[in-house]
T-cell receptor
Framework: AQSVTQLDSQVPVFEEAPVELRCNYS??????LFWYVQYPNQGLQLLLK??????LVKGINGFEAEFNKSQTSFHLRKPSVHISDTAEYFC?????????????FGKGTKLSVIP | KAGVTQTPRYLIKTRGQQVTLSCSPI?????VSWYQQTPGQGLQFLFE???????NKGNFPGRFSGRQFSNSRSEMNVSTLELGDSALYLC?????????????FGQGTRLTVV
């Protein structure tokens, strides 16, 4: 079965400091990877996605992630966080051959930016 | 362009009752997926519809069902509600089936079963 592990449930970080949110997935021949953000009482918004090509993916709001096939990881990074980045972040995976759009999500990481 | 609209936003039901949640996708989107979000289990896939056909179903009991209409609007139904069904139910729409099309999520319906 597909699985996604987000290694930290909560990450506090000071404003303007860098942050890395970690994500590992169960190995498969071919995967598609996503990071979503959820603000309180809101749905999910796509930050970035990896489908193929360059392993460094840039997304919205200054976030980027690197796909590492050998380590089965897709860590999310931002060089300098802002108060408005306080939210919950979800890593998700979809496996090729699944056909339709079905995502398996990690349990989420709550990012708290401290002023 | 209007986003994904889920109604109602909040709902309180009693154990044993049934409930119907509605999702209106973005205009032109033909794929609608449903997810259940709880603090304990996180986000779990319920089912996905494309052109009125259920294409995929998650590991949920038969009490959870859904359908999609010709205008792509979708409803999900939960019968014989249990306390554990309390959750945020999220709907996502995308233009098609393929993974290179982004899924757009609604704000969700928060269901509380008492």
């Amino acid at each position: 079965a597909q699985s996604v592990t987000q290694l930290d449930s909560q990450v506090p970080v000071f404003e303007e400091a860098p942050v890395e949110l970690r994500c590992n997935y169960s190995s498969s021949v071919s995967v598609y990877l996503f990071w979503y953000v959820q603000y309180p009482n809101q749905g999910l918004q796509l930050l970035l996605k990896y489908l193929s090509g360059s392993t460094l993916v840039k997304g919205i709001n200054g976030f980027e992630a690197e796909f590492n096939k050998s380590q089965t990881s897709f860590h999310l990074r931002k060089p300098s966080v802002h108060i408005s980045d306080t939210a919950e972040y979800f890593c998700a995976v979809a496996y090729s051959g699944a056909g339709s759009y079905q995502l398996t999500f990690g349990k989420g990481t709550k990012l708290s930016v401290i002023p | 362009k209007a986003g994904v609209t889920q109604t109602p936003r909040y709902l309180i039901k009693t154990r044993g009752q049934q409930v119907t949640l509605s999702c209106s996708p973005i205009s032109g989107h033909r794929s609608v997926s449903w997810y259940q979000q709880t603090p304990g289990q996180g986000l779990q896939f319920l089912f996905e519809y494309f052109s009125e056909t259920q294409r995929n179903k998650g590991n949920f009991p038969g009490r959870f069902s859904g359908r999609q209409f010709s205008n792509s609007r979708s409803e999900m139904n939960v019968s014989t509600l249990e306390l554990g069904d309390s959750a945020l139910y999220l709907c996502a729409s995308s233009p098609g089936l393929f993974l290179n099309t982004e899924a757009f999520f609604g704000q969700g319906t928060r269901l509380t079963v008492v």
